[in-house]
């Protein structure tokens, strides 16, 4: 299994309150009926809130497969072609490079430096900074200009099946206004460029930056050749790109409740995206989803595919992100891939506390549901009734309501 978290992360915990319910959930992981009692619980609390439920329902989940579409590993170069597959971000304009020099151009503290964890991601080239450098002085006191030094070929590393940090080049992709690349099963853990100076060697001091709701990574030039040493100055504008979360058109979301707290139905435990589509993993054609965790209002470990989504998050797997609570955090949402054997998303298996497998049975109360991905999740603790007062007509006949996730109650929806 691909490793999806950070090295380095470190959250706020949680409340006592929180932590003392957990304990609870753990003792009762002995008891072998655990997870039967719980839906059990569940559907109870469901008709109370909700009342009878349509014995037709299949909670939004059919059988249509994604769009299927075969690659190999990174760079997808193939750019006549992604506007069937995926959207494609607009060109960076002249007031966003604007915008993110007005960070970039300033001394940054490292430790300021965001970090993401994307899988599929866009680049897009930003902004290449002054391409000539003075070298510290030799050992004559001589100093020397550095030109026409353009940083390229950018790096972007992910960890591969055995642990190790892996770089590969983005391929088609330059310190040019107007490039774009797509990379696909690649990662964002670390970026780097090959530096012109120093014989192709990898150079990777870079922050993360947070711009208007856009990810950037910026590039501190430096030489550590012998007669052409240049010292990094704490800027971070000698290439600037920008980095985008992949959105597949086609993709499904899934919204969950976790049966930690039964009856909240706020639906947000766990909120994810879903693509499948077939790869090329070097014998055969196998399939994959996509999996993008867009929020997780829940305090138990969750697993999709072994992984668990808050820490893919970079939160610990008590911490809540993305659901407005009081002590949670706010994340970039984690996009990561795992196999699976079936085409249909209602088959990714959502597992709560290595225990409980969420389902949505047809004509029984769901702990998951399947909207478009225009869908806005509730906030914390606000039931997916109050959020969406046509809930409860759809959930007791599917043919009725059924665009109610279109209009939440304003104030209620992140
Ligand atoms: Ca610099
Ligand atoms: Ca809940
Ligand atoms: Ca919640």
Redesign the pocket.
Known sequence: MKKVFFKTMVVAALAGSAMSSCVNEIEDLYDPSYAAKKKQQYEAQWKIQFGSIDPEHNWGFSDDASEAKAMTRGANTEANMWANYISVPDSVNDAEVAAVLAVFNNPIDKSASKQVNWSDFWVQHVYQGSNSYVTEPDMNGYTNELQNVLLDQLQAAYYNENGELVYEHVNNFNASDGSTMLMQRSGTVSFAYMNPKDAGNLYSDYVIMEVNGQYYVGFDYSCNEPNTTVKADGIYNDWIVKIIPAEYINTKRIIC??LG?IG?F????IVFDAYITWVWNGSANVQEAVISVKAA??TLPIYIGGVEIHEAMGVASNV?VN?G?PNGASAPAAIFRIPVSSDNVADIEVKVNDAVVLEAPQGDAPQKICVPTTFKW?T??TNIKDAYPNFVNWSQDQSQATDWYNNPEEGSVM
């Open positions: 409740e976790d707290n909240d706020d639906f947000n435990d209002g829940g809540m659901t609570a509730c914390e603790r």
